[in-house]
């Protein structure tokens, strides 16, 4: 099998960048670092499966290859488009859950790539298994994982998701891709919270995605008071980007921004019940973070956004069965009465 009918048949089903690394293992530098400070916070898996991140062998005995792919999921309505005060989603979770999406294309290119030789074995993920998708990107040269964490393409910028299919073929492979943060830190000093302990490591405990989607209970009072408009996920490091000022939007379709997902009405979201939570958002990537964690991150934002017409509607979870939601509802009772000048009162109930 050639490389250039794998990255053709890779293009074919809808990826929007593909290349190719051999599949020898991996520095374990980065990772034992941040296993090493307790930066993957509650995220045990991460040293759980340690070798089988590091080495593709262990994934698939007889690996030769790993075909590394990006889907970019950046409308061209947002390239310029002003972000919403008040309820904000992280730009890939306004569509479809990308998980599926990147399940079916990957399906698809395994198919193409049988059709031609039956007897391939591959192992293929996207964001599911124990494997290093940023490291792989940047060994087959799609881009470089930047000092916010993330992986950064010269025409896509960041806004992409990774997959990658390990395969038991030799491939030609590509040249790693050179970073090309140079001197810029606009992400280190944009970060609310400082979760970029240092260039391309972030401290999970202090990342307001993990906190917003991640996190299962309470969010910690340091992260809590600097949540500002974020109900899931975060964006911050990436659009201080330079790389990202004018990509090419070449969004997936089902990637596209579902109407009311690009920002939450927070007074909506103060009322959900658990039947329009599993209504309204399955199938969506918001649904990780669960239905007490999205009510828990409105509970903050709405706290954040400061309108006291909302007391009442922060104050009817401080009674909530979900620890979580009763300490946001407590934190935001107290920042919306300081906006009030209106005391508070003990929980009910």
């Known amino acids: 099998m050639e490389s250039a009918f794998v990255k053709e048949a890779a293009l074919a089903v809808g990826f929007h960048k593909v290349g190719i690394a051999r599949a020898v293992p991996l520095d374990a530098g980065p990772l034992d670092r941040v296993l090493a400070h307790g930066w993957e916070a509650d995220m045990v898996w991460l040293g759980s499966r340690r070798e089988q991140r590091l080495d593709p062998e262990r994934l698939l005995p007889g690996a030769r290859s790993v075909v590394a792919l990006a889907l970019s999921y950046l409308e061209?309505?947002?390239v310029a488009q002003a972000e919403?005060?008040?309820?904000?989603?992280?730009?890939?979770?306004?569509?479809?859950?990308?998980?599926?999406?990147?399940?079916?294309?990957?399906?698809?290119f395994l198919s193409r790539l049988r059709e031609q030789d039956p007897g391939l074995r591959a192992f293929a993920s996207a964001d599911v298994a124990p494997v290093m998708e940023k490291a792989w990107a940047q060994r087959a040269g799609l881009g470089w994982v930047g000092k916010n964490g993330c992986l950064i393409t010269t025409d896509l910028g960041s806004y992409v998701l990774l997959a990658t299919a390990i395969v038991d073929r030799d491939l030609a492979p590509d040249p790693p891709h050179p970073a090309r943060c140079g001197s810029c830190a606009a992400c280190l000093e944009s970060c609310p919270t400082a979760a970029i302990v240092s260039p391309g490591f972030i401290d999970a405990r202090r990342c307001i995605s993990f906190q917003?989607?991640?996190?299962?209970?309470?969010v910690p009072e340091e992260v809590a008071a600097r949540l500002g408009p974020w109900v899931f996920g975060c964006d911050d490091c990436q659009t201080v980007c330079p790389w990202n000022r004018a990509p090419a939007a070449r969004c997936d379709p089902e990637l596209r921004a579902r109407s009311g997902q690009v920002g939450l009405d927070l007074d909506a979201l103060l009322r959900l019940s658990l039947e329009e939570y599993q209504r309204r958002f399955h199938g969506t990537a918001l649904a990780r973070a669960r239905y007490e964690g999205l009510l828990r991150n409105a509970i903050l934002s709405a706290g954040h956004a400061g309108d006291?017409?909302?007391?009442?509607?922060v104050r009817a979870h401080?009674?909530?069965?979900?620890?979580?939601?009763?300490e946001a509802a407590k934190w935001a009772e107290a920042h919306l009465c300081e906006e009030s000048n209106s005391p508070t009162r003990p929980p009910q109930g």
């Open 76 to 78: 061209e309505s947002e």
């Open 84 to 108: 919403p005060a008040s309820g904000r989603v992280a730009r890939y979770a306004r569509g479809r859950d990308y998980h599926a999406v990147m399940r079916r294309k990957l399906k698809q």
């Open 212 to 218: 917003t989607i991640e996190r299962r209970g309470p």
């Open 308 to 313: 006291p017409r909302r007391l009442e509607g």
């Open 318 to 326: 401080l009674a909530s069965p979900f620890p979580g939601v009763r």
